[in-house]
């Protein structure tokens, strides 16, 4: 029986080229489909991903997210609202201001609906605390696009995300393999901050680390820290693991992580020694990449995965042919392939502000 890490390969998830997708036009596009929708162990194929040319009609869709207070829902917001525009249809983005506030999102979705949308989209902040209000949405025949984070109801009508468990098996990956590049035989010591615990991204990411750990039983995860994604929270988490007496060799976690880990380590001039490996995107990891102080991050086209959603709804709303759970290609961005990675797949422009409604 093939590994994770074989069956990852055999998927072209690890070694998969970086395609370069201009932002407007990002298709056709090699994205993964799940033989069994919304089952996470399913097989996938791939195929090219075409979307409509226009929405036959001006359908109003409600967005929800978490918050934006990060770079990343930055970019699913703008691939969101681009594709929005490009198919002709409105869009309302509401955010809930953290991983905490799940009562609010769900007000916050119940007031768009009863403004008469004709489809949500949600990145949700809970795998289960939602699917109460996915049954209720399906009762008035509101259709459900579960993006990127993972909703465990049977009621979604669709979900536009990749695999959380390749994504955290794929920094742990690269950690066993840059040790082994590097020709280390020594345990390597890692922290780990996996994000809100909880939120089914992180529980799924936090099971694929785990897979890599284990086939690799050199990397030492000496502590564990979850928590918000906002930099004030990881701020202090990071303070607790670097005040605590680890002789680390990798932090890895969310982008966040590493974008405060920087100054720290430098503060305490073990931006030498301490490596940092991210699960996600922005702008800030793009410049430490580009710059030595982070390792590696793993892209996940988060562009490109809003425009798939919205794509989605619009195909259900208008009874035409969709796939029911079709992903991104992921892939590991480094120094070594940093010039081939196309940023427009990823991040939203340099300046781009969250935009709230289109059309």
């Known amino acids: 029986m093939m590994n994770f890490q074989k069956a990852l390969l055999a998927a072209g998830l690890l070694m998969a080229s970086l395609t370069t997708v201009s932002a407007s036009d990002w298709y056709p596009l090699r994205v993964q489909v799940w033989d069994q929708p919304f089952v996470r162990e399913s097989t996938r194929k791939e195929v090219d991903y075409v979307p409509l040319k226009k929405a036959a009609k ?39 201001g953290g991983f905490n506030n799940l009562d609010i999102q769900i007000q916050q979705i119940r007031d768009c609906v009863a403004n008469k949308a004709d489809g949500v989209v949600i990145g949700a902040i809970s795998t289960d605390g939602l699917n109460s209000l996915v049954t209720e949405l399906k009762q008035q025949n509101i259709p459900v696009i579960d993006l990127v984070n993972g909703i465990s109801s049977p009621d979604i009508t669709a979900k536009s995300s990749y695999s959380h468990k390749d994504m955290g098996y794929m920094v742990g990956d690269f950690i066993a393999r840059s040790q082994k590049k590097a020709g280390n035989t020594e345990p390597v010591n890692v922290a780990w901050l996996p994000g809100p615990k909880g939120a089914g991204w992180v529980d799924y990411s936090n099971e694929g680390f785990e897979v890599a750990v284990k086939e690799n039983p050199d990397i030492n995860v000496l502590t564990v820290k979850y928590g918000d994604t906002g930099k004030r929270v990881q701020r202090r988490l990071l303070k607790e693991v670097l005040t605590g007496d680890l002789d680390l060799d990798y932090i890895a976690g969310t982008a966040v992580t590493a974008e405060v880990a920087i100054p720290m380590l430098r503060k305490q001039k073990l931006d030498k020694k301490v490596r940092l490996v991210t699960q996600y995107f922005t702008p800030g990891v793009y ?41 991104v290609m992921l892939n590991v961005v480094h120094s070594g392939n940093l010039r081939t990675f196309d940023r427009a797949t990823t991040l939203a422009p340099n300046g781009f502000r969250t935009v709230y409604s289109v059309n």
Request: with cysteine; glycine share 8%; charged share 25%.
């Open 287 to 327: 410049t430490g990449i580009k710059r030595g102080k982070i390792a590696a991050a793993v892209s996940l086209s988060s562009v490109i995965q809003g425009r798939i959603a919205i794509d989605q709804i619009v195909r259900i709303l208008e009874g035409k042919q969709y796939y029911k759970h079709v992903g």
């Open 58 to 96: 001006k359908w109003k869709i409600c967005v929800s997210f978490p918050h934006v207070k990060d770079s990343f829902w930055l970019a699913v917001d703008y691939g969101v609202a681009e594709e929005s525009e490009r198919l002709g249809i409105e869009m309302e983005l509401f955010e809930a």
